[in-house]
């Protein structure tokens, strides 16, 4: 059976680059460490690291055993986060994830009714991109997240166990001002003369806004590229272009700016709420989620 603790300088030698380094990081002699990395080779039976002029590097049995060891490693953590919920180590507190559109406008309403229901329990909530989130979740420092996804690019539900929390409409913002301002519902095929503004290139309303335009038979002209959905706003204010935006992220309303349903004509997302299939869940995480699907149901007007 392989020693987990050689495995895990292994993999300090591959990322470090060198035995002295990984030696330091474990306060132990470079000597100490090489007789264990001696001993891994033994049991593997074959070569795992070689000298190079730039340093230690892996063999291409050190690059697979590396890369074990790392998914192993993460699923130690996992497994000490969930011992910890079981001891009772964490016994009423609760780690949830969110990303920012949820936790500047659903999020609160959830929190909310939560700490009127169960004033004892403590909550921490970590706010971040996806990915961050995705990684949090993995390792155990979250234990469940509200995550988002589109019809083009679907959470694998072999990756965590989701729940449908509600579907977050893509809406329509124009300034006070302009002509279509007053109407209830408008369809993409009306916006083909329009200048539009943005987030960053990467940014997943980017793709919406290319699928829309190209269903509904044109290419958007771009204005203006955005950090965040308040500067887009801000920008559309003054006349500067449209801009979609999912309902959550225009909650919070610019004074001069109107939103406007586009119907069935620009796809919504699904914000859902994610959890390890294998973690053993605390009762708080269960009551949450319980709270977290009421609030939706009461709210779900305001985000379609």
């Given at each position: 059976m392989l020693n987990v603790r050689r495995l895990e300088l292994l993999l300090d030698v591959v990322e470090l680059g060198s035995i002295t380094a990984a030696a330091e990081k474990h306060v132990y002699s470079p000597s100490g460490v090489s007789q264990q990395l001696r001993r891994l080779e033994s049991e593997i039976g074959q070569p795992l690291l070689q000298r190079q002029t730039r340093g230690m590097v892996p063999t291409d049995a050190g690059h697979v055993l590396a890369a074990h060891t790392r998914r192993i490693l993460r699923q130690m953590a996992a497994a000490e986060a969930d011992l910890a919920e079981i001891a009772g180590l964490n016994r009423g507190s609760l780690t949830m994830g969110t990303f920012p559109t949820l936790g500047g406008s659903f999020l609160p309403l959830v929190i909310s009714r939560f700490k009127r229901q169960y004033p004892a329990i403590e909550l921490h909530v970590r706010s971040s991109r996806f990915e961050d989130l995705v990684e949090m979740l993995e390792n155990g420092q979250v234990g469940m997240s509200l995550l988002w996804d589109y019809e083009w690019s679907r959470i694998n539900p072999e990756d965590f166990a989701l729940t449908t929390v509600f579907e977050d409409a893509t809406a329509l913002v124009v300034g006070k001002d302009h002509r279509l301002a007053r109407r209830k519902q408008v369809d993409m095929a009306d916006l083909a003369d329009e200048e539009w503004i943005v987030r960053e290139e990467a940014h997943p309303v980017v793709e919406v806004l290319q699928r829309s335009a190209r269903a509904?038979?044109?290419?958007?002209?771009?204005?203006?590229?955005?950090?965040?959905?308040?500067?887009?706003?801000?920008?559309?204010?003054?006349?500067?272009?449209?801009?979609?935006?999912?309902?959550?992220?225009?909650?919070?309303?610019?004074?001069?700016?109107?939103?406007?349903?586009?119907?069935?004509?620009?796809?919504?997302?699904?914000?859902?709420l994610a959890h390890r299939q294998d973690r053993v869940r605390a009762a708080a995480e269960i009551a949450f989620q319980t709270t977290l699907l009421e609030v939706a149901k009461d709210s779900s007007a305001d985000f379609h």
């Open positions: 509904a038979g044109f290419t958007p002209k771009i204005a203006f590229h955005a950090n965040d959905y308040q500067e887009a706003q801000a920008m559309v204010s003054v006349g500067l272009g449209i801009a979609l935006a999912p309902r959550t992220a225009v909650v919070n309303k610019h004074p001069g700016v109107s939103i406007v349903s586009l119907g069935k004509s620009a796809p919504s997302r699904r914000v859902l």
